[in-house]
């Protein structure tokens, strides 16, 4: 039975140096311990979204009764998760990173409930290009595309987002078809090359989604900072 | 531009008078949205429930057709599903097979070898069947549905189940459909059972797959009852041919005939399969939810300033709710069925649906002016926000046309349900949540209405604390006059969270019933999705532990001859529900032949399967079953009958091996025992992880419990922890308010410890145990003045006064004339704090014992009545007055020395040697108005004098009493004394110049304040001596309180008396408490309260003098009393603080105070409670209990105990502090706690 290894969905990034927190001048040992959680929290995020994500993937080509379900869950290759964890948590905290180099924090619609929100979405997303069943791969792929940019158009607007959230797709589309291409694992039914073609969607929107999960948890530091400074 | 802004201003308008209108007839249109939801989801009770159970459709067999593909003209019947060929049509030959007549001869292994060895035979016959006619020869070969490979994941089953062929099943397989296997395996059962799986299951197993009956059913064991072996070939036909079944079926009758078999074969059973949501697509449907509801969360959070926030949160989500069923049922009202999951896309609408528009409503009729009529702050508020939410609208209405062209159904579908979805829900908004929303807001403005309706009549602010007007004497109450109690309705007692948690849960026993809820879903789920699996199961069990079972069994091993047709035989069956009732006419036909018997329940015995059996028989060809259908044709029976010598034949040498016949042992007990200790272990086992989940569950609640409530609130005696210094309190969200450092301020310049304190807000009277009096401002803790005790000087006994007070007098003037006397104040910071270890005080005292231990241990043991101001000096005074006389004559020789060293403290404004008068005692009670200080002493000389505060000059003095006060109360202008032998004098104080000429103190900085009077130094103030009570109470008047033109005494007689104060006449006498009176509470609103030596404490109207209400409360006296509007605070010898609710006489809970400072607590607002400690403050929560901080008043403060604790007016509290005085100011952050 082809067992669809099909997403390894946004697992598969560099790893990418955490970034260096010299540039703040707070206590640096606050500073740390606020990182690692903040790091942890995405990582766990990232693990769980890829376990639920793969489970969706797997479903779409699985047959009704699968043998056991929890087996299913690490149906795919072990090493996945944490990849999708490190990565996810990598993204989350480059966002803000990024976004204090570049000296704008991001400020539209930063709030849980439009971060609930987007992850909604790409849930989504994820459900649409698992289980919609589409006329061609070339649909998909667009409707895929069109509504990636929908979601960081509706969440993110921000031009550093945009950038990132090509460039991490595009390494990790990179990295997917290296290791596809060394037999590492391999998609049910490849039209782009090696993988799917609307894999790089589905990157896209996972960094768009870390990203705005990573500024919000951002945010609590940034709220204590501001605090500690009025006190001072 | 312009078209926009004048569309702009449209919408404007528009929505200003939709505001209008919904907040004008909120009742109508809630009214009218309502019906409109019902009515649009009214289509919805045509949908079908969702389920995951099978569907089965029954049509006859003899005028089948394969049903076309598309829905033709009749529905009438059909079900939806029913359309084209089915997946599969499952021929089942269902075999019932026995050794007959049973031999004494055989063992229980030759029950079923033979007759199982008879199914290759069987198998061979129907391989082999040809059927020709005129349209051809047609064999099984060209019918069968044909299967590849197995799934990858059943590589063990690969022997078992046919691959690359036709798929047909029997118990044959098992031994790979070979004759010779058969004959050659030892142990049958073994080979059977090791592919059993071993721990609890649900779905079909292999044996129930190959034998085609349920397990139980085969009758391949060794204890099996009547030696019946059934078991089924199943096949699976792609094509249906009536004329190659019917001769299949034909043949085999003939071949192997069934006597007496009388199944119906007229019918078809098509089964229609849902799709199945296993746990793994459980998990991502889980998730979405749980984000929905975490988006929903948030949202709803960001609801504010609203009367009820739960309730519009609940209006916001009923909104977006019933929109979307709306949409549905406007879908299929309009013919366009749902296709898609309805579950699955659910939360992907209501996201995209989304709460902000309500949120968005909300926060713009909120942010209206709150003076404004609410129905034009709704319509204000919905068109200022009309253009974005149309402008939001628009888009996202937009966005999913775009998505409605994709041209993927799904999608399509999914854009469709949004559309109307939307639609509605804009509807939904503007009539039904904007309706919610003004009722609302009205709701708030009433309520705050109400709030301010006591206060406009004439009803005074409930400020507690010891609030006193000032000069104009209150305004005469409306009789009648009770005791206002809240009812308890009204009445918030605000417990801490987790206890209210607690008792919500304990109120409604929410987890019994969720449990039995649980309970009741759980086994309503069992029922419906594996009705036949349960069923069975409890078949079997009652089956089993019937008596009737093992009375049968030695009946059994003696009956020769067709041990089947006893009535066991039928015992087997007959519990089993019969799932066709139409049928149960021929149950009586089960009955008649011996042998082999066939019955009803042999028609459908498909149906004892697991519902699960079907679809996993057919996955594993991954070959899915989900929203497809089977068909299953009539069953056709076939019998054997095995003769014992065959039996005999075909036995493998080792079947007697390892199962002694029969007829050896010819006791029941003496059966193979493994099927009941199997059951034994299980059970066993089961009992064994009942008891373990019972540990487990006892283990957990307990620690919910310690979780939970780690206090014992309500208990008497229970240490709250009290944290150390540097530990910050926090609420439960460890959150803890910003420390603003309070540091408390010291008033230093007593010499003895401080008996008596008074305050009227601004300034602060307090007199020591020498008799010095001190004025302070409460605002600054400058000292104003000093007025020594100058009378000592004069009275001839004694010497050691005199020599103290002119060392007294003469270093203040050492201090005057150094004039750098700040400078020694800051240099002083670092002097030890504790005064009495201060160097002054050994040489003071040269060779007398130390008198400090004396008066130490004295406080702790004296009778209680040391009420903050005044009354405590009772026995202080005594008691020092006596060791002073005692020590009297050594004294003097000592104090001819001057004053070894100076003596640092602030210096003192207006600090100046007073008009010398006759007095030579101590002070026992000190009053303190305007800028009056009414002192009471303890000699019968001199009683009451008055002082000018500021000037520290005395103004008048009255010396008619002989006996010692005890209490003074100063109210108005009138002055009451109470005296050590029981009798109440009722001064007045009479100013030549008249009130209302009278200047009144305080800046616009202290504008909060209540102005005090101030009497100029040049006005002659005289107080006279207007009534006297002789025999007021029969033993000294221990307390004495005056407020609400009533004043109150309480004495050591057991009985509390109120007097009039206009006339001083006496208007109850109030008996109750067993114990002299100890402390007595009486405030503006005439609310009394006494608490006595007998621990008890009562409450009483005053205006009738009954009592409202009677608790005992402490072990031993008690020693202090405050109510607030809501609770009655005492404190006791035992140390201990009590909080009662004030209406029901309930202890809330109680705070544990440290040894000697039980009497020190004031209550700074309703919510706010301070008590003394170890050299320390600590402000509670008094609704919660809760600790909020902990003021350290000294750098090295351990030791010392805060006594007395007197709360201002300003929230600052005034410590009795050793011979020290502490201000400090409450935090504002406390004070917005309220």
């Known amino acids: 039975m082809p067992r669809g290894n099909a997403t390894a969905s946004k697992a598969l990034r560099p790893e990418a140096v955490p970034p260096r927190q010299g540039s703040y001048n707070a206590a640096i040992a606050d500073q740390t311990a606020n990182l690692a959680i903040r790091g942890l929290l995405l990582f766990l995020i990232g693990v769980f979204l890829a376990l639920v994500l793969n489970l969706l993937q797997v479903q779409r080509n699985v047959t009704l009764f699968p043998p056991d379900g929890f087996a299913s869950i690490f149906s795919s290759a072990w090493w996945v998760p944490p990849c999708c964890g490190t990565a996810s948590a990598v993204i989350g905290l480059l966002y803000p990173c990024i976004d204090r180099l570049l000296g704008e924090p991001h400020k539209f619609k930063r709030e849980w409930s439009s971060v609930m929100r987007c992850v909604a979405v790409f849930v989504g997303i994820n459900h649409a290009s698992a289980k919609v069943d589409f006329a061609n791969n070339v649909q998909l792929s667009l409707t895929l595309a069109a509504l990636s940019i929908g979601l960081w158009w509706t969440f993110d607007r921000s031009c550093s987002g945009l950038g990132l959230g090509f460039a991490i797709a595009f390494l990790a589309t990179l990295t997917t078809q290296l290791l596809v291409y060394n037999g590492l694992f391999q998609y049910t039914s490849p039209d782009f090359l090696y993988v799917r073609s609307w894999l790089p969607c589905i990157f896209f929107a996972g960094v768009i989604t870390m990203g705005s999960i990573g500024r919000q948890l951002a945010m609590y530091e940034y709220k204590v900072v501001q605090e500690k400074t009025h006190q001072d | ?1234």
Request: hydrophobic share 40%; charged share 15%; net charge neutral.
């Open chain 2, 1 to 1234: 531009m312009t078209v926009r802004e004048k569309l702009r201003q449209k919408i404007s308008a528009g929505f200003y008078w939709h505001g209008l209108l919904c907040a004008s007839y909120p009742v109508p249109i809630i009214l009218f949205t309502a019906v409109c939801i019902l009515t649009c989801c009214y289509p919805l009770l045509k949908l079908p429930l969702p389920g995951t159970g099978p569907v089965e459709f029954t049509t006859g067999v003899r005028d089948y057709m394969v049903p076309p593909q598309e829905p033709s003209g009749d529905p009438g019947e059909r079900p939806d599903w029913y359309r084209g060929p089915p997946v599969a049509y499952i021929q089942q030959v269902l075999v019932k097979a026995a050794v007959s007549p049973w031999d004494n001869r055989l063992v229980p292994v030759d029950a079923f070898r033979s007759p199982l060895g008879r199914v290759f035979s069987l198998l061979d016959e129907i391989r082999n069947h040809v059927h020709s006619d005129s349209s051809g020869v047609r064999s099984l070969e060209a019918l069968c549905l044909q299967v590849t490979d197995l799934l990858p994941g059943l590589r063990r089953m690969q022997a078992l189940l046919p691959e690359h062929g036709c798929l047909l099943v029997s118990p044959g397989n098992y031994w790979q459909n070979q004759r010779e296997l058969f004959d050659s395996d030892p142990d049958l059962l073994r080979t059977v059972q090791q592919y059993e799986p071993k721990g609890l299951h649900t779905s079909a197993t292999l044996k129930d797959l190959l034998f085609g009956v349920h397990g139980k059913q085969t009758g391949v064991s060794l204890n099996s009852r009547n030696r019946v072996v059934t078991y089924t070939i199943t096949m699976a036909l792609r094509h249906y041919d009536v004329r190659f079944l019917g001769s299949l079926r034909s043949r085999l009758k003939q071949l192997h005939p069934s006597a007496n078999c009388s199944l119906r074969e007229e019918h078809m059973v098509h089964v229609h399969f849902k799709e199945e949501i296993g746990v793994a697509e459980l998990i991502p449907l889980v998730t979405t939810y749980i984000i929905l509801f975490a988006y929903i969360y948030f949202s709803t959070r960001k609801i504010d300033m609203v009367k009820s926030k739960w309730g519009l949160a609940l209006a916001a989500v009923v909104t977006v709710l019933s929109s979307l069923l709306m949409s549905v049922g406007l879908c299929t009202l309009f013919g366009l069925t749902p296709t898609l999951n309805g579950g699955e896309i659910f939360p992907y609408l209501v996201v995209v649906i989304g709460l902000e528009n309500v949120l968005v409503l909300t926060k713009s009729v909120v942010s209206t002016p709150v003076d404004l009529e609410v129905k034009l702050r709704i319509a204000q508020g919905l068109s200022n926000e009309s253009w974005s939410i149309m402008k939001n609208m628009a888009t996202e209405l937009c966005i999913i046309l775009i998505g409605y062209f994709t041209l993927v159904p799904a999608i399509q579908e999914f854009c469709l349900f949004a559309v109307v979805g939307l639609v509605s829900d804009f509807f939904l908004q503007m009539l039904f949540f904007t309706t919610v929303l003004s009722i609302d807001i009205r709701r708030m403005e009433l309520a705050d209405l109400n709030r301010r309706l006591p206060a406009e009549a004439g009803m005074p602010p409930a400020k507690p604390g010891p609030l006193r007007p000032r000069e104009t004497p209150p305004p005469p109450r409306p009789s009648p006059h009770t005791i206002t109690l809240q009812t308890p309705a009204f009445r918030n007692l605000r417990l801490p969270k987790r206890l209210r948690v607690v008792y919500f849960l304990a109120r409604t026993r929410l987890a019994q019933r969720i449990i039995m809820a649980g309970t009741v879903i759980w086994i309503g789920i069992l029922l419906y999705t594996d009705p036949a699996g349960l069923r069975t199961y409890l078949a079997a069990q009652v089956s089993e532990q019937s008596p009737l079972g093992g009375a049968g069994l030695p009946h059994l091993a003696v009956a020769p001859v067709f041990p089947g047709g006893d009535p066991t035989g039928t015992l087997n069956v007959l519990p089993q529900a019969d799932p066709t009732p139409a049928l149960s006419e021929n149950l009586s036909q089960g009955h008649a032949p011996p042998g082999i018997s066939w019955g009803p329940e042999d028609e459908e015995g498909w149906r004892r399967l697991s519902y699960r059996h079907w679809p996993s028989f057919f996955s594993y060809y991954n070959i899915t079953l989900a929203k497809r259908y089977i068909s299953i044709l009539p069953v056709i029976p076939v019998t054997f009958h095995v003769t014992p010598r065959e039996a005999l034949e075909t036995r493998h040498p080792q079947d007697t091996r390892h199962a002694p016949p029969l007829q050896t042992d010819p006791s029941p007990n003496a059966l193979p025992h493994g099927a009941p200790v199997q059951t034994d272990l299980t059970l066993y086992k089961v009992a064994a992880l009942g008891l373990a989940a019972g540990v487990l569950l006892v283990l957990l609640l307990f620690c919910l419990y310690r979780l939970l409530c780690p206090r014992n609130y309500g208990q008497n005696g229970v240490q709250h922890g009290r944290r150390r210094r540097g530990d910050l309190p926090c609420d439960d969200y460890g959150y803890s308010p910003p420390v603003s450092e309070i540091s408390p301020l010291l008033l230093r310049g007593h010499n003895m410890d401080i008996e008596c304190l008074a305050s009227d807000g601004m300034l602060l009277a307090s007199c020591c145990l020498a008799g010095q009096i001190r004025v302070w401002d409460a605002q600054t803790g400058d000292c104003l003045t000093v007025i020594p005790n100058h009378g000592l000087r004069r009275c001839s006994s004694s010497g050691g006064w005199e020599h103290r007070d002119g060392w007294d007098a003469g270093a203040v003037t050492d201090l005057e004339t150094l004039g750098g006397a700040e400078g020694q104040d800051a240099g002083g910071a670092g002097y030890p704090v504790r005064r009495r270890a201060a160097p002054s005080r050994p040489t003071l005292f040269g060779d007398q014992p130390d008198l400090t231990a004396l008066i130490d241990t004295s406080f702790g043991q004296q009778p209680p009545s040391q009420a903050p101001s005044a009354s405590s000096g009772f026995d202080f005074g005594g008691l020092v007055e006596r060791a002073y006389l005692e020590h009297e004559p050594s004294v003097s020789p000592v104090f001819s020395a001057p004053p070894p060293q100076p003596v640092q403290r602030r210096r003192s404004l207006g600090d100046q040697p007073m008009a010398p008068t006759d007095w030579d005692s101590a002070v026992w009670a000190l009053e303190l108005r305007g800028n009056l200080i009414a002192a009471g002493r303890s000699s019968g000389k001199l009683e009451v004098c008055l002082w000018d505060a500021v000037e520290g000059s005395l103004r008048c003095s009255n010396e008619d009493g002989v006996s010692g006060i005890t209490a003074l109360a100063f109210l108005n202008n009138r002055i009451v004394a109470a005296r050590l032998n029981g009798s109440l004098d009722f001064f007045t104080v009479d100013i030549n110049k008249p009130l209302g000429l009278l200047q009144y103190r305080g800046g616009p900085g202290r504008g909060s304040m209540p102005p005090s009077p101030c009497y100029s130094s040049d006005d002659v103030i005289s107080c006279q001596l207007t009534r006297s009570v002789q025999c007021a109470h029969q033993k000294p008047i221990t307390v004495l309180r005056a407020a609400a033109g009533r004043v109150v005494t309480g004495s050591q007689d057991h009985t509390v008396r109120v007097y009039r104060l206009e006339d001083s006449c006496c208007l109850f006498t109030l008996q109750g408490h067993s114990g002299g009176i100890t402390a007595i509470y009486i405030d503006q609103t005439m609310v009394l309260a006494s608490g006595g030596q007998d621990g008890a404490i009562c409450l009483w109207d005053v205006l009738t003098g009954s009592r409202v209400s009677h608790v005992y409360g402490h072990r031993g006296d008690v020693t202090s009393l405050v109510c607030t509007t809501s609770c009655v605070i005492s404190s006791g010898l035992d140390d201990l603080i009590c909080i009662w609710d004030r209406s029901t006489g309930i202890k809330l809970y109680s705070i544990q105070q440290v040894l000697g400072c039980g009497a020190s607590f004031g209550v700074i607002s309703d919510s706010l409670l301070v008590t003394g400690g170890q050299g320390c403050v600590s402000f509670w929560d008094l609704n919660f209990g809760d600790l909020l901080q902990t003021v350290y008043l000294g750098a090295s403060s351990e030791g010392q105990g805060v006594r007395q604790l007197v709360v201002l007016d300003n929230a600052a509290i005034v410590c009795d502090f050793g011979s020290e005085l502490s201000l400090v100011y409450v935090p504002s952050v406390l004070e917005k706690l309220d």
